[in-house]
């Protein structure tokens, strides 16, 4: 079973987010890790492999730093890597799906997995863009997979509630919070993430123009929200607080 | 030359959702001010009936999509009708509610029409002409504005909760036209649904929502915030810490990686305030936080604030609410 697992790099969940002297969001000093969602089906296709044998490929796009969270990965548990750097100015998900699905088209594939959503731009698009240009089912948002004879059966959040999908293989499945706890690399992981293949390929070697893969949508700014400021604390015993509260979401916010 | 605004209607226990009006009243003004049709796409089955009604909300034209493969959703069904309808009329702009069917529609339909899409759109606005859509990045930590240049039609999700309703116009009705369609092979083939019964309302569509933290310190105190929301008709959140601690459920949880909300009224009850949980919440209108510990982050985002312990504060919090209510 070969499957494919579409990763990216993003911002620790605890990074502070601040704009550069172009306006556009600094990258200086921010602490850079696997996406959360990525990382819980790295972890699945490294559980599918252990159960049903095969081989594991990441596949990035994005700059070199990205090698940093491809090897985390591969010291996990996974075989290979393919990271492409799309060396263009502006790209959006239409450019990543696009030069994913040309990279993983041209490597093979039973399954492909992906986190449902970036935390960065939390579009939540690409993945099922690649599908759509693959021409694969999709399932979204899922917090099972069980895969029997070409066949995979995933549990995916609907609103309110799950569902269990059924497709046929190969299907592009995204992982939610949930799925799995990923496993910590471990000292022999980590030694031997070092040897293992690490491909990096331009637009070029994939056979795909900047113009094939330009950006549909175009950014006009960043800005950052106005900070919220602080309000008022409700001093006084607790019955005394809560009862100004009540009277101060009434009165005085007007909201209830 | 692409003409006119669409909005995917969704359909929830045979209702139309909230997110779709908002849409409706928003694409309203867009369309009056472009000179376009508002158009309306409703898909299922046995919904005919709820087309009509579209039309207090502004839609001029209901489309609707019936059949008996369509009853459920399916990603490859939906996306294939809605795709082959929007490839014959052409319209400038399909905008949808960012649910989690919104989102999983809107990317296959997008990348089939090879088209832009923007999602979780919290703001649209008309710029030269153009619809210029405002959406957050970083969960909220930051925003970008943006605009689809060339490819139509142009395609946004739109966070519930966020754009204001129009009071609905009695007696205006939009024009219902019914199509045929094929929805084609599909597969994904639904073996089970489970919905948990709930009475509360959507976390992302909830009005007020009363969340717990770590200070919440087990899952069986989470009954003290149950009481509070049904007394005030609202949804029950979690913050990160309590999910990870199996509290309750990922469903449940607010922040940068579980649900981002904007209700009118947060009360954030035992929650610190990390970075990342501000993230998801830090655009609620008004924010109530309950926390024994004064210097607690979420002090510095909270519009009201008492410092106690809120397994005090709370069950007061709720009697106090119920004798408002019962006196208004």
């Not at chain 1, 696997?34 to 081989?55: C, M, Q, S, T, W």
């Not at chain 1, 175009?218 to 950052?224: A, G």
């Not at chain 2, 001010?33 to 709820?50: D, H």
């Not at chain 2, 089970?192 to 310190?217: C, F, N, W, Y």
């Amino acid at each position: 079973m070969k499957i494919i697992v579409l990763m990216k790099q993003t911002f620790d969940t605890e990074a502070k987010i601040t704009l550069d002297g172009q306006g556009k969001i600094n990258r200086q000093g921010v602490n850079l890790i696997i996406n959360p969602y990525d990382e819980f089906a790295v972890e699945e296709a490294l559980r599918i492999k252990e159960k049903h044998g095969g081989e594991v490929v990441l596949v990035s796009v994005g700059a070199d730093s990205v090698q940093e969270a491809l090897r985390q990965a591969l010291a996990m548990g996974a075989d290979r890597a393919v990271l492409i750097n799309p060396e263009m100015e502006e790209v959006d998900e239409f450019t990543t799906a696009t030069i994913l699905a040309r990279a993983v088209s041209g490597l093979g594939y039973d399954l492909i997995l992906g986190g449902w959503r970036a935390i960065d731009d939390g579009s939540a698009q690409v993945a099922g863009r690649v599908a759509e240009i693959l021409d694969l089912p999709v399932v979204n948002q899922v917090t099972k997979i069980e895969i029997e004879a070409g066949k995979a059966v995933a549990t995916r959040d609907i609103e309110g509630g799950n569902e269990v999908v059924e497709v046929s293989l190969p299907a592009v499945l995204t992982a939610q919070k949930g799925l799995n706890e990923p496993r910590y690399p471990t000292m022999k992981g980590i030694m031997q993430a070092k040897k293992k293949p690490m491909e990096k390929k331009n637009l070029a070697d994939l056979g795909l123009s900047a113009d094939q893969a330009a950006p549909k949508v175009k950014v006009l700014e960043y800005f950052l929200p106005k900070p919220r400021a602080a309000g008022k604390i409700l001093e006084g015993e607790v019955p005394e607080a809560v009862a100004a509260l009540v009277k101060a979401l009434r009165e005085e916010a007007k909201v209830i | 030359m692409a003409k006119g605004i669409w909005v995917y209607a969704e359909v929830r226990d045979n209702k139309i959702k909230k997110v779709t009006c908002e849409i409706l009243s928003a694409g309203r003004k867009f369309a009056d001010q472009l000179g376009e049709e508002l158009c309306a796409v409703l898909v299922g089955k046995g919904l005919a009936e709820l087309a009509p009604g579209l039309g207090a909300y502004g839609a001029d034209k209901v489309y609707v999509i019936e059949g008996d493969r369509l009853e459920n959703y399916t990603t490859d069904g939906y996306t294939k009708v809605v795709a082959d309808l929007i490839k014959e009329h052409q319209p400038s702009a399909f905008l949808l509610g960012c649910t989690i069917r919104g989102r999983d529609l809107a990317a296959q339909v997008a990348q089939r029409l090879n088209t832009g899409l923007l999602t979780d759109c919290t703001d649209i606005a008309l710029e030269d002409g153009r619809l210029v859509f405002t959406r957050p990045i970083y969960a909220g930590k930051a925003f970008v504005r943006a605009y689809c240049p060339e490819a139509r039609p142009v395609m946004a999700t739109i966070r519930p909760n966020v754009l204001p309703v129009d009071a609905p116009q009695e007696g205006r009705t939009a024009e219902v036209v019914p199509v045929s369609a094929d929805p084609g092979d599909l597969r994904q083939v639904i073996r089970e649904v489970v919905r948990q019964v709930s009475t509360r309302p959507e976390l992302t569509e909830a009005d007020i929502i009363v969340s717990g933290g770590r200070g919440m310190k087990g899952p069986e105190n989470f009954k003290i915030l149950e009481e509070l929301a049904d007394v005030l008709g609202a949804a029950v959140g979690a913050s990160r810490a309590a999910v990870d601690a199996g509290w309750a459920p990922h469903s449940m949880q607010v922040g940068q990686t579980g649900k981002t909300v904007s209700p009118t009224i947060y009360i954030a009850c035992g929650i610190s305030g990390a970075i990342q949980h501000l993230a998801g919440m830090g655009s609620s209108k008004c924010i109530v936080a309950i926390n024994k510990d004064p210097e607690a982050n979420i002090f510095k985002v909270a519009t009201y604030g008492i410092v106690a312990d809120l397994f005090q504060a709370v069950p007061l919090l709720t009697e106090e609410f119920k004798k408002l209510l019962a006196s208004s």
